[in-house]
């Protein structure tokens, strides 16, 4: 009912900047809240940042603030994450998450996409 498209990953030098960008379609009202989550190996999936419709609520993980910036289209049916000054560390799969979407149906919750690598070299 709803897909999310990752894409802008790729290998970057350490203090460079890449552009995440997340589009979903299918069958929906509107997507209340669309978010970044990132898994490094070895690790649990952790969120990076999360923005909700309109704008009205953000939210950013301490380890990325002042270095990521997290923002929706005007129809809200595109997440983008803005990178800057990235790190080695930020070395991780970058997942778009889409949660408490507006269906004909009811609600839907927490649909992922398939993931984009981001490679961060020293």
């Known amino acids: 009912q709803v897909q999310l498209v990752e894409s802008g990953g790729g290998l970057v030098q350490a203090g460079g900047s890449l552009r995440l960008s997340c589009a979903a379609s299918g069958s929906f009202f509107i997507i209340n809240v669309m978010g970044w989550y990132r898994q490094a190996p070895g690790k649990q999936r952790e969120l990076v940042a999360k923005?909700?419709?309109?704008?009205?609520?953000?939210e950013i993980a301490d380890s990325v603030k002042g270095r990521f910036t997290i923002s929706r289209t005007n129809t809200e049916d595109t997440v983008y994450l803005q990178m800057n000054s990235l790190k080695p560390e930020d070395t991780a799969v970058y997942y778009c998450?889409?949660?408490?979407?507006?269906?004909?149906?009811?609600?839907?919750?927490?649909?992922w996409g398939q993931g984009t690598q981001v490679t961060v070299s020293s």
């Open positions: 923005i909700t419709s309109g704008g009205g609520y953000t």
């Open positions: 998450n889409a949660d408490q979407i507006a269906t004909s149906q009811g609600l839907l919750y927490n649909y």
